[in-house]
């Protein structure tokens, strides 16, 4: 699936010009192996927000990474199938109209892929209301792109993993291969200048 231009993440970019802190992951990890799955929920993590490509699956794949199956097992145990969603830039987007893409991931990785209208990082509202009572700062976004997955969950108050190490970019976007490497740069530059993710999103 191709996926259109994505005019949120454009204009989200110059969000991160004004308040650089929204590019900034709460948690680093290797990939999905490294997440600590009981650890988090520990800490009050009730729901897990996946992106898919290069996060659970090779770029434009259904299926699971097979390296990563055990950890995808660890996770659908520790937080339920319920609780978890995967949000992605194509499926369940006005991309995939009918939602077969949708449908189809639903299948091969056993949880729900999120319908919303609005690409991320401009599609929070879709997810709360997807994990409805469970609040913000009870969400964990977990993506390989700084610029889309963890705007995106910094922007909600949501806690942020970013999979720094990516499954392949045999097949992946090309675009989107350029601007990961960019953003390996940009969360190094700010790494070195101690500037720290925003708070988690407390209601009270």
Known sequence: MVQSFNFAGIVNTFRVLLNPSLAVPHIVVNDLRSIPFRQLKQDGIRAMAYDKD???????????????????????????????????????????????????????????VLRHAEKKPACGAALAAHLAPLQAHQVAVVGDRILTDIVFGNLNGNKTIW??????????????????????????????????????????
């Not at 659970?56 to 319920?82: D, M, N, R």
Request: glycine share 4%; net charge neutral.
């Open 163 to 204: 999979t720094r190490e990516i499954v392949t970019e045999q097949g992946d976007n090309k675009m989107a291969a350029k601007l990961r490497r960019l953003e390996h740069k940009i969360v190094d530059w700010l790494a070195r200048r101690n500037v720290k993710p925003p708070p988690l999103r407390k209601e009270d």
């Open 54 to 112: 290069n996060c659970l699956t090779a770029p434009y794949v259904t299926s699971i990474h097979p390296p990563f199956k055990e950890a995808w097992a660890e996770c659908k145990a520790t937080f339920g199938v319920q609780n978890i969603v995967i949000v992605s830039n194509s499926a369940g987007t006005p991309d995939d109209p009918n939602g077969k893409e949708a449908d189809n991931l639903e299948k091969a990785l056993g949880v729900s």
